[in-house]
């Protein structure tokens, strides 16, 4: 009748009410594993949803790709997730009766236990813990702070970064960001005036005669000594990706630590990332470096790349002795091809040349894959570069002489002979 008043939906309401619950609560667990996803994404989630409708898991699963996902290093963390998230069947079949999924792997299958990224488990319990009682949580924060403090962080410094969880990763952030890289002054060819050189400055001397008028005064100078070029050449390829990314955060440091400082991508293409990193703001540099990059995570031509740094860039950036860290593991797709020519001509074109690479943290690491015996006769040092200690340990490095190039070589050589 026209005087009734309108029917009830029914359990619709509460149903989409929860669908919007689940949604938002993924959205809010890829945010905390480290997505960058706001309000905007999970009211276009939603609507992607209603439009395309919940067919099958596939559906669900690239409908929600599509919204959440604008980078490949995103694709590994969502993709766990989701199979962790959404894995109760009749949460697919009946999405609209669903409740909130259960995200305990303990009755987990086999094919379900996979390794799962620790940022992301620590997401999962941190949203899991925060629906608790805000006090107890509280309660426990306090005593960590007060009592684990100090312990934390030296655990922190020899954690790889690798296994560092989201919390950590932030923490190491901010540590890297305080760090200061002392290197070693030389001597270059200019002279500046000194009391106690060797060498008369004649125009010093000249001008100091007109000032008084009478008797010439002597002044004297010494050579000049200058912090000399530092060029970075970081590997951003996949079998990289999970050290490069505080590996950007260190080179930001330095750029704006000190002047002359070069820094280079390279993974199928080189890519020249000075300007950006000058950028104060290290979120800002980094979101310029991301839009700039075009290969993360992808293959790595060690050897294409090189070739290119030395026909392009060589003869701007290693003049006045500079300083070259050659960060990689020496995976190359191409088998090393060209390498060892191209890393002989970088090797004599810079002062000194230090391969950082981070599997050389694994005793007994020998250098078996071409690309990395390619490089290894050609540096001047190799160290690890896995946690903060072995960045602490790079600056009391570039701080000191090191050994003379040509003892390097022998030892190095001796190395690979000994291994192969």
């Known amino acids: 009748?026209?005087?009734?008043?309108?029917?009830?939906?029914?359990?619709?309401?509460?149903?989409?009410?929860?669908?919007?619950?689940?949604?938002?609560?993924?959205?809010?667990?890829?945010?905390?594993?480290?997505?960058?996803?706001?309000?905007?994404?999970?009211?276009?989630?939603?609507?992607?949803?209603?439009?395309?409708?919940?067919?099958?898991?596939?559906?669900?699963?690239?409908?929600?790709?599509?919204?959440?996902?604008?980078?490949?290093?995103?694709?590994?963390?969502?993709?766990?997730?989701?199979?962790?998230?959404w894995r109760n069947p009749q949460l697919l079949q009946k999405m609209l009766m669903a409740m909130l999924p259960s995200i305990d792997a303990g009755g987990a299958t086999e094919e379900e236990r996979e390794p799962m990224l620790r940022r992301l488990a620590e997401a999962f319990s941190s949203e899991r813990d925060g629906a608790g009682d805000g006090r107890e949580s509280e309660e426990e924060e306090i005593e960590f702070d007060a009592a684990m403090t100090y312990s934390a962080r030296e655990l922190l410094q020899k954690t790889d970064f690798e296994s560092l969880s989201n919390a950590e990763i932030e923490a190491a952030k901010r540590m890297i960001a305080a760090m200061r890289l002392p290197i070693m002054t030389v001597r270059t060819r200019r002279y500046a005036t000194d009391r106690n050189g060797r060498r008369i400055d004649l125009r010093a001397t000249m001008r100091a005669q007109l000032r008084s008028g009478g008797a010439i005064p002597l002044r004297y100078r010494k050579p000049r000594r200058r912090h000399p070029p530092l060029v970075v050449l970081c590997d951003i390829s996949g079998s990289m990706s999970r050290y490069s990314r505080l590996l950007l955060h260190f080179m930001h440091a330095i750029t704006n630590d000190r002047d002359r400082v070069h820094s280079f991508l390279f993974g199928t293409r080189l890519t020249n990332i000075t300007r950006h990193l000058r950028q104060r703001d290290v979120d800002l540099a980094l979101a310029r470096v991301a839009t700039k990059v075009e290969d993360w995570s992808g293959g790595t031509r060690i050897g294409a790349c090189l070739a290119e740094f030395n026909a392009h860039w060589s003869r701007r950036v290693l003049g006045q002795g500079a300083v070259v860290l050659l960060i990689t593991d020496g995976l190359d797709r191409e088998g090393g091809e060209g390498l060892d020519r191209e890393m002989e001509r970088l090797h004599k074109s810079c002062r000194r040349l230090i391969w950082l690479n981070p599997l050389l943290r694994f005793e007994g690491y020998e250098p078996k894959a071409q690309g990395a015996r390619a490089i290894l006769p050609h540096v001047d040092d190799f160290r690890t570069v896995h946690n903060l200690d072995s960045l602490d340990a790079l600056g009391r490095v570039l701080s000191s002489?090191?050994?003379?190039?040509?003892?390097?070589?022998?030892?190095y050589r001796a190395v690979i002979a000994g291994r192969g």
């Open 1 to 85: 009748m026209a005087g009734d008043p309108p029917r009830s939906a029914g359990p619709a309401e509460p149903q989409a009410s929860r669908l919007a619950d689940n949604l938002t609560y993924f959205a809010r667990t890829l945010r905390a594993a480290g997505l960058p996803i706001g309000p905007g994404r999970v009211i276009d989630a939603l609507k992607a949803v209603e439009a395309v409708g919940v067919g099958t898991r596939d559906d669900l699963y690239w409908t929600l790709h599509a919204v959440f996902v604008n980078r490949r290093e995103q694709q590994p963390i969502f993709d766990q997730a989701f199979h962790i998230f």
């Open 401 to 411: 002489p090191g050994q003379r190039r040509l003892e390097a070589q022998r030892s």
